[in-house]
């Protein structure tokens, strides 16, 4: 099956300033990869995702990369703020599997310093 | 439009106990998922369903048991409750899309 890979598991860092999660898949087969931002107490929820057939992908403040040769992708939170303060957590998904569910990361708390 | 909604919020149960989640999606989705959330392991797939009356296992379906009678409910049961079962658990749909969307969760204490 699937394994996902993500770091740091916790990142601090100033207001304003941006920052990147990492996270690496093992099995070439996967296709979609998406990003989930979870405040507390709540569900997780869609931010951002990319499908194998793209390299990069932005939505105002955040954009995702995905480098298939390395089997790496990775999310970019620019100009940060501290609602942005929140765990996220990166997935894949196998192609073909239609109804298999997300493989996920362990989840990278974010904190925002102001 | 309330998305995916799941009952009860919070629950105790003693061990040996047996108890039934309910999720709920009002979207017509075909897809939904029963995921668990322990700390420092991300979400892991217990079952999911590809539509009425189907379901299959995930990574993780020993102690559980899920139906899916009516294409928008998903329920989620355990016949014995074990303290390992102590646990946040999130019921996610989705239709034709990649996108999944999550219910706000049921925090479930085995004692």
């Known amino acids: 099956g699937e394994n996902v890979e993500q770091h740091p598991s916790t990142l601090s860092v100033q207001e304003g300033d941006s920052a990147v999660i990492k996270c690496t898949y093992s099995d070439s087969a996967s296709n979609y990869f998406p990003w989930y931002k979870q405040e507390l107490g709540k569900g997780p929820q869609l931010i951002i995702d990319i499908r194998s057939n793209v390299g990069e992908k932005k939505d105002q403040r955040i954009a995702v990369t995905l480098n298939k040769t390395a089997k790496h992708f990775s999310l970019h939170i620019t100009e940060t703020q501290p609602e942005d303060s929140a765990v996220y957590f990166c997935a894949a998904r196998l192609s073909g599997g239609g109804a298999d569910g997300l493989t996920f990361g362990k989840g990278t708390h974010l904190i925002i310093q102001p | 439009n309330a998305g995916v909604t799941q009952t009860p919020k919070f629950r105790v149960l003693k061990t040996g106990q047996s108890m039934t989640l309910l999720c709920a999606q009002d979207?017509?989705?075909?897809?939904m998922y029963w995921y668990r959330q322990d700390p420092g392991m991300g979400l892991r797939l217990i079952h999911y369903?590809?539509?009425?009356?189907?379901?299959a296992k995930g990574e993780v379906p020993d102690g559980y048991n899920v139906s899916r009678l009516k294409k928008q409910n998903f329920l989620l049961g355990l016949e014995s409750a074990a303290p390992s079962q102590t646990s946040v658990y999130f019921c996610a749909s989705r239709e034709g899309t990649d996108t999944q969307y999550f219910g706000p969760g049921t925090r479930l204490t085995v004692l």
């Open positions: 979207m017509n989705h075909e897809y």
């Open positions: 369903s590809v539509g009425e009356g189907t379901t």
